[in-house]
């Protein structure tokens, strides 16, 4: 029998790249925030009550990190509760979850990848949030996938990526931050990875790291999207310090992918052959 998912947030850039790779194996339902609020816990149960579903992945977030500093609650209602509350009807109805989280969940004081067993100390508002939301889902359920993912973009929404191309049309240099490493994803891989869960019928419940492979500071990011599409900009490599913003981030938020990839059987693409690939989309559209 084809399972029946129902994708939250899917107006966001991961909802929408799902939308993207969703090839008509499953049966499913988007709903975005006007579609369901999952902040009513009433309103919630009832849509479970009614949709009959097997899966939900939740890729539904408060996620402007830095406006969050100043916006706890909107923050918390989303990130925590809404999490809270699907947790709960996943368990009341017998649904499956796959949860996406973030790699702000560390304090990048770490040298090395982070495994998913390692200690969380997450260092904004919007981590924590973040954390207190696997918290929810792992206090509900048993059977549950915990995604934590970095530095998403995709051909949709307001991303790095996108800003990068907006912001060398009119000017003739740009500062980058060069003392924060992670890794960029492309959102239509780890779209892909998700309903790899499903598709697989994985058993393995836990948390899972997902970023695309190799390891870029925002200022390698920057140069490569300027590089592949031959952009002529003055770009600087400049500190946090230089930059500083409201909330603070990790300066290391590498993720290790031993899991997922052998829980999936498949290798990870390597972030700038997946950003080759996002660019070449703009492009074609």
Not at 9 to 28: A, E, H, P, R
Not at 31 to 41: C, K, Q, R
């Given at each position: 029998m084809?399972?029946?998912?129902l994708?939250t947030?899917?107006?966001g850039?991961?909802g929408t ?9 499953f049966?499913i ?14 309103e919630?149960?009832?849509f479970?009550?009614?949709q009959k579903?097997?899966?939900c992945?939740?890729?539904a ?6 406006k ?7 923050a ?7 999490v809270?509350?699907?947790a709960e ?8 979850l796959?949860h996406v989280?973030t790699?702000?969940?560390f ?17 904004s ?5 973040k954390l207190?939301g696997?918290?929810?889902v792992s206090k509900?359920?048993?059977e549950y ?8 973009y995709?051909?949709h929404g307001?991303?790095f990526l996108?800003t990068?191309?907006?912001?060398s049309?009119d ?5 980058v931050?060069?003392?924060q490493?992670?890794?960029?994803t492309y959102?239509?891989d780890?779209?892909k990875a998700?309903?790899l869960f499903i ?6 419940y836990?948390?899972?790291h997902?970023?695309n ?6 200022y390698?990011f ?10 002529n900009?003055q770009?600087?490599?400049?500190s946090?310090?230089?930059f500083?913003t409201?909330a603070k981030?990790?300066r ?11 829980a999936l059987?498949q290798?990870?693409?390597y ?5 080759i690939?996002a660019?070449q ?5």
């Amino acid at each position: 029998m084809t399972p029946r998912i129902l994708v939250t947030g899917s107006n966001g850039q991961l909802g929408t790249c799902i939308k993207d790779v969703d090839d008509n194996k499953f049966d499913i339902k988007y709903v975005s925030s006007s579609d369901l609020d999952i902040t009513n816990n009433k309103e919630v149960e009832s849509f479970f009550e009614q949709q009959k579903i097997d899966w939900c992945i939740n890729c539904a977030a408060y996620t402007a990190v830095d406006k969050a500093e100043s916006d706890y609650n909107s923050a918390f209602n989303v990130n925590v509760s809404g999490v809270k509350n699907l947790a709960e009807a996943c368990k009341a109805y017998n649904v499956k979850l796959i949860h996406v989280s973030t790699d702000f969940v560390f304090d990048g004081e770490q040298n090395k990848p982070y495994k998913e067993s390692d200690p969380t100390n997450p260092l904004s508002v919007y981590g924590d949030t973040k954390l207190k939301g696997e918290q929810e889902v792992s206090k509900a359920l048993k059977e549950y996938f915990i995604l934590r993912t970095s530095w998403l973009y995709s051909e949709h929404g307001a991303n790095f990526l996108k800003t990068m191309l907006r912001l060398s049309k009119d000017k003739t240099q740009l500062g980058v931050v060069g003392d924060q490493i992670g890794t960029p994803t492309y959102a239509k891989d780890l779209a892909k990875a998700i309903l790899l869960f499903i598709e697989k019928d994985i058993s393995n419940y836990g948390i899972y790291h997902y970023s695309n492979n190799g390891v870029a500071s925002w200022y390698d990011f920057a140069k490569a999207i300027f590089e592949i599409h031959k952009t002529n900009i003055q770009l600087n490599n400049i500190s946090t310090a230089q930059f500083p913003t409201p909330a603070k981030r990790p300066r290391f938020s590498v993720l290790d992918k031993t899991k997922i990839e052998t829980a999936l059987r498949q290798n990870v693409p390597y972030w700038r052959d997946s950003l080759i690939t996002a660019m070449q989309n703009i492009q074609n559209e």
